[in-house]
């Protein structure tokens, strides 16, 4: 069928997907494989990491029927971060992974961070740690399970642990080290200050190196290969390929859309849409107290993104077809929204999760819909929906502004950004031209990391391995005004039904009000 096939896996929130590139970069064959996500009380967001094997399995047995495995030349990696796994000496999980999504460790990050002092912790890792990254995630397991802390050896990413089932050898790549909250963006190496902070007794039982607490990968670049051990290359009926170590699905996402470039902008649409600028320097919010933005090496080295997330789009129009019935959609709530005029609806607040991580990090954002009549129908209600993403993607989009060095295209790819009418919102709100790319939107992350693959073992990214323009839309000066009335309700509506309020993160003087020390517990230097 085919002199050899390149093969990305893309560990997701929901599911699992696969893709098969020859080495020009053209695509043979998907896969895909869903596993369900418990939620055993509140805040809680954990996944069975059986179910994930599970899924590759099933992905790449449908990749399979078309691409013989005997033609697979290498396996290449992305994952959702920060998804925390727990594993035993054995290389075994002591429990259930739990996902970004969980809120159950803000406290913990909260304190984490004040103790490190918050604007040296962005400085260092170009983070605004809370309690979704890794090391505040295991603190509440300490907290909460300490059987199941006392079991662990090391804590892992989603993705090292797929490397480690794959190839026996656990590891993580400096992209999804910062999903950590503890890894040095210059010196690329894990904080030792840090860590020491993390396993204080003030922070009893999250890694830091000592006895019995658990450690932490190693970091190796991108491109870094091992072999498929001889049981999982048995099961799946391939050779002992090499694994590609691979990023973070934001960083292969871009990679995947042909977003590689200074100066580029990735536009990346699935359960939370992530907005990720490409830049040759490492540059930091210039005020690491409004945190605006993260930064994320890339899979070339020397090279960032600027990322901003915001959270839960896609999930929440998925919540709101299911909510509107009739067998509507998510695909189908994007065009029904499309029917109705964006100034008939009402204002709606899409901070779903809850909480926001985009240019506002703010945990206790709350959504809310204001301005709603008995006029209103479900056009109008979806309408709103897609008027308050865009709004927030356009918050984000001015960012890059401020910094510079980002063009005027942004390239989109993936859930509500394959509907044409949100691409021409997107365009009208921002004054950008956004562009779709080809036909594999749904697999830009799997395709990112089949890409990865080849580059790391051919030593060389494909001639032609991006896919060909889908179209672009082009800001329209009268709609855009429109839009400019939009941004100003929609600001005016979140300042009335989110006021401004204490800060999520406690100051020094709080955690000595909360903890009753007198001394405040200090907060650690990490520059100097």
Known sequence: MTAGAYVGLDLGTSGLKAVALTASGDTLAPGSANYPTQRPVAGAYEQDTGDWLRAAERALAQVAEVVPPGTWRAIGLTGMIPTLVTLGPDGQPTGPAVTWQDSRADDIGDEFRERCGAARLYRLTGQWVDGRYLLPMFGRIA????????ATATIAS??????????????TDPSTASGYGCYELEAGRWNAAALA?????GLAGLPGGG????GLPAVRPSATCRPLRPGAAARLG???????LGAADSVLGALGLGVRAPGQVAYLAGTSTVILGVTDRLVLDPDPGSHRFLVTPLAEPGWWGVEMDLLATGSAITWLAGLLGDGLTAAGLVELAAGADPSRAPVLLPYLSP??????WDPLLRGAAAGLDLSHGREHLARALVNGIVLESRRCLAVLDEIGGFGRAVEVAGGSAAGSSFRADLADATRRTVSARGDDGAYYSARGAALMAVMAVTGGWPDGAFPADGGA?????????RWDALWAAHESARGRLNPPQARPWRSAASLKRRSGRKDGGGAVVLFR
């Open 238 to 244: 391939c050779a002992q390929v090499p694994v590609v």
């Open 197 to 201: 902070m993390a396993g204080s007794a």
């Open 473 to 481: 839309a082009e800001p329209d000066d009268a709609r855009a005004r």
């Open 143 to 150: 907290r909460d399970d300490p059987a199941r802390a006392a």
């Open 158 to 171: 989603a993705k090292d642990y797929l490397f480690a089932w794959l190839t026996g050898e656990l590891a």
């Open 355 to 360: 909480g926001e991580q985009g240019v506002l």
């Open 211 to 214: 006895p019995g607490r658990p």
